[in-house]
């Protein structure tokens, strides 16, 4: 395999026929050195120095200044509607005290499929439809995008600073009870500062620390 991409251009920077393309989906759209094939057949490495956030439209840059486009792949998906803005505000919220990744569509909210979190989601008054689409989250604290790469994201970490120990040479799809059922994200290592005793917490996640 000769071709290397080192660099990523964000969506909107780039112009032309890109040389291929890679269909990813969200585990798959944060990683920084894996062996990838677009759908045209082009085998190449993506080799970063550190793993950024693809976003949908985001290009590849290989070393001879071929680009290759990054597209998000459809996955199933929960799709949370609101009655209003304070009720949106309120699951959203709830959400984002659990670290889940969330896109925000309007007054609509995605995540990934979870029973739990639908069912605390609905215990909230909220709809939720079981659809299949591209996911493409807000950056939030645990995703770098390109546009924004190596700014302090309000954790301060670049990953290796969590305490998870991960490897990010793999997927950062590992979880930190996103997509799997077990919300113990072990945040006492993190000083993230929230408080994971709230009342919403009894759907059967411990958050208990320490």
């Not at 304070?86 to 995540?111: C, D, E, F, S, Y």
């Not at 989601?121 to 909220?126: D, I, T």
């Not at 190596?150 to 793999?170: E, I, N, T």
Request: glycine share 12%.
């Amino acid at each position: 395999m000769s071709a290397r991409a080192t660099q990523v251009k964000a969506a909107g920077s780039w112009k032309g026929e890109p040389a291929d393309t890679v269909v990813l989906d969200f585990d798959d759209r944060h990683r920084r050195r894996i062996a990838m094939k677009g759908i045209r057949g082009l085998d190449f490495l993506l080799d970063l120095e550190e793993a950024v956030m693809l976003r949908s439209g985001d290009a590849l840059a290989l070393e001879d200044g071929r680009l290759v486009e990054v597209l998000s792949a459809p996955e199933p998906l929960a799709e949370i509607k609101v009655g209003d803005l304070k009720q949106l505000a309120r699951v959203a919220w709830h959400l984002g005290n659990r670290h889940l990744p969330t896109q925000i569509l309007g007054t609509k909210l995605r995540i990934r499929r979870d029973h739990v979190i639908e069912d605390m989601v609905r215990g909230l008054g909220a709809e939720v439809a079981e659809i299949e689409a591209p996911f493409d989250p807000e950056g939030g604290a645990y995703a770098q995008h390109v546009a924004t790469h190596g700014h302090d994201h309000g954790h301060g970490h670049s990953h290796d600073h969590h305490g998870h120990g991960h490897d990010h040479h793999d997927r950062h799809g590992h979880d930190h009870g996103h997509h799997a059922h077990d919300h113990d994200h072990a945040h006492d290592a993190c000083g993230c500062g929230h408080d994971h005793h709230d009342h919403a917490h009894d759907h059967g996640h411990d958050h208990k620390h320490g």
